[in-house]
């Protein structure tokens, strides 16, 4: 059974950094791509962040140039290092595992992260 549990998340003020953490068990992330979604109260669902089997990584437009997304395969983690952060970044960040086709199947609980101005 695989799970995900994100942690890392807060408050912090506008051009601050924060460092999000995703836990994965029952299956290695090696194999899998993995990436980190947001969803802010009353918008969709938003890419972040992704990260594939290659270490080949890819950004949402929004964060680019501030967000990285790496991935220790020893703890089976992915981190997602926010840096610049401002108000507009506020959400629930939730890190998710994709199948071998390529889609995200597995999902954390999500951890908020407000950013304030």
């Known amino acids: 059974q695989v799970q995900l549990v994100e942690s890392g998340g807060g408050l912090v003020q506008a051009g601050g950094s924060l460092r999000l953490s995703c836990a994965a068990s029952?299956?290695?992330?090696?194999?899998?791509?993995m990436g980190w979604f947001r969803q802010a109260p009353g918008k969709e669902r938003e890419f972040v962040a992704g990260v594939n089997w290659t270490g080949s990584r890819n950004y949402g437009h929004s964060v680019l140039g501030r967000f990285t997304i790496s991935r220790d395969n020893a703890k089976n983690t992915v981190y997602l290092q926010m840096n610049s952060l401002k108000p507009e970044d506020t959400a629930v960040y939730y890190c998710?595992?994709?199948?071998?086709?390529?889609?995200?199947?597995?999902w954390g609980q999500g951890t908020q992260v407000t950013v304030s101005s």
């Open positions: 998710a595992q994709t199948n071998l086709a390529g889609n995200y199947q597995y």
């Open positions: 029952g299956r290695s992330i090696s194999t899998y791509g």
